[in-house]
């Protein structure tokens, strides 16, 4: 796409529908009903993945569930998601993973 502007946000389109179809990523943030616990994960499908999480398919959330989602952001591609994801989880990014959990948290 040389020498063209990508709309932001893309158009998400399902399998149905005509035209090019869009691959978005979400960005999730999940909080623990009965623990002080947060989670930050990538998926394309995040209710599905939460699904998982909330069935014990996953074995970094399994002892902490049920698990509720409190935010997400979306993303165009994996690789700017997984930027993302990696940059909430490290020590530079948990501030603003503090300031996004104590904004949204409550809210829901």
Known sequence: MVGQQVPWPR?????????????????Y?????????????????????????????TKST??????????TEQYPDYRLAREREKYLKSYSGAGEKKKIIDKYSEIV
């Open 29 to 57: 943030i999940l909080k623990s009903e009965n623990f002080d616990r947060y989670y930050v994960g990538i998926s394309a499908n995040a209710q599905k993945r939460i699904t998982e999480h909330n069935l014990g398919k």
């Open 11 to 27: 158009p998400r389109r399902s399998r149905g529908q005509a035209g090019p179809s869009y691959f978005f990523m979400e960005l």
């Open 62 to 71: 399994k002892a902490h569930r049920p698990w509720k989602l409190i935010y």
